[in-house]
């Protein structure tokens, strides 16, 4: 009977991995590389400058570590002069405390700040009215002056054509006398409208030009202003930036008195003055990983062990016969109802144990409920199924 289980028996599945107890064996494991490495971190150490010391004061849960730490004799009689400097700086630092100003800053006595430009004192600009006033009198005066110049030729041309009209043997108040009088009256008024015309213009072009001056002056009165008040605002930036400096100059010499002198490089600096030691790095055991290397190996192993049983098995089905096959439900899963036949029997789909490879067909127990007589029991306690006493195939899907 071995033989055969050896040949037919099912493999069992591994035992699952102590993961909780590698856990716990992964942080022991951790904790003691981190104490070990903790005290090879810690070397003494001797430098031209000091010595540095470590003492075990801790317990095996509890490690820790006192540190020693001494200049070399000439160091420490440097630091100790530089010490007395230091002690000798406080000194004069707390004489001087009563010198510092007190009470809020006072800018009563700076120059007053001026925000916007003090216009007090510009000319007045011209009104509207104003400029249309001058307008005004300027036409009038370019209007009189061409007509003062013009009107004595008007009243020449007048008598001249009244003489030639008189020498002509055309009487006064004759249609022909009149008509010529009034051909030279009519040149007389297009002159004087021209003239009218010319004189407003002049009168407009006046007014451009008083306005145009009028704000250029305030263009420079503001800008004359402008630059007087920005002066002010330096004088005023000025003179706080010089209270404020007489202010902090005391405070700034009390604060490099209370400073004390550096020490320098040796002394109290680092305890490895001058030396370079190389820190120690340390990895724990990987028992965290070995486990779960373990656990992946046994599960692959299963595996391969199943698919050859699996084999086995198919091997076994193909020398009882065809018809034959396989059907104990302890040896599918994945089991799915798809149907059912004529005769009332379940139709299933599955995949062996052993493989992923999906079948359609029935289960042994069931069939062996309905119809006994298409069952059979091979010699490791399986059931076998007889499809040719069946309404149902077998088949790969």
Not at 18 to 25: E, N, P, S, V
Not at 71 to 90: S, V, W
Not at 220 to 249: F, K, V, Y
Not at 336 to 359: A, C, D, H, T
């Amino acid at each position: 009977m071995k033989i055969f289980d050896n040949i037919f028996g099912g493999p069992k599945a591994p035992p699952a991995p102590d993961y909780a107890g590698a856990a716990t064996a992964q942080g022991a494991a951790n904790k003691e590389t981190a104490i070990v490495e903790g005290i090879m971190n810690r070397p003494d150490v001797y430098s031209p400058y000091d010595i540095t010391k470590w003492t075990d004061v801790g317990t095996a849960d509890k490690p820790r570590f006192e540190a020693q730490y001494s200049l070399r004799p000439e160091y420490e009689t440097q630091r100790q002069k530089q010490a007395q400097i230091g002690g000798q700086y406080l000194d004069v630092a707390g004489q001087r405390l009563g010198e510092l100003p007190s009470g809020q800053f006072d800018v009563s006595a700076l120059p007053t700040y001026r925000g916007g430009v003090d216009t007090t004192g510009f000319t007045p600009l011209a009104t509207t009215d104003d400029l249309s006033d001058y307008a005004t009198r300027s036409e009038t005066a370019y209007y009189d002056r061409a007509l003062n110049r013009l009107q004595p030729a008007m009243d020449q041309q007048k008598t001249q054509l009244h003489t030639q009209l008189i020498n002509s043997g055309l009487p006064v108040g004759s249609t022909a006398y009149n008509d010529a009088m009034s051909r030279l009256e009519m040149t007389h008024s297009d002159q004087l409208s021209g003239l009218a015309q010319s004189s407003i213009a002049e009168g407009q072009r006046m007014r451009q030009g008083l306005a145009g001056e009028a704000q250029s002056m305030r263009q420079s009165q503001l800008a004359e202003a402008s630059m007087i008040r920005e002066m002010q605002n330096q004088a005023r930036a000025q003179a706080m930036a010089d209270t404020l400096l007489q202010r902090r100059l005391p405070m700034e010499e009390l604060a490099t008195l209370t400073g004390s002198p550096s020490i320098g490089s040796a002394g109290l600096g680092t305890a490895t003055t001058g030396l370079n030691v190389p820190g120690v790095s340390m990895a724990p055991p990987p028992i965290m990983q070995g486990a779960m290397a373990q656990g992946a190996d046994a599960t692959n192993r299963y595996g391969t062990e199943m698919a050859g049983y699996g084999a086995r098995m198919n091997a076994f089905g193909n020398i009882i016969g065809g018809a034959m096959a396989g059907s104990d439900k302890t040896l599918k899963e994945n089991i799915v109802k798809v149907g059912q036949s004529p005769s009332g029997l379940n139709i299933y789909e599955w995949n062996y144990l052993w493989s992923p490879e999906r079948f359609r067909g029935v289960i042994a127990q069931e069939v062996q409920k309905i119809k006994p007589q298409a069952v059979l029991s091979n010699i490791f306690g399986h059931l076998l199924v007889d499809y040719s006493k069946l309404d149902v195939n077998m088949e790969r899907i």
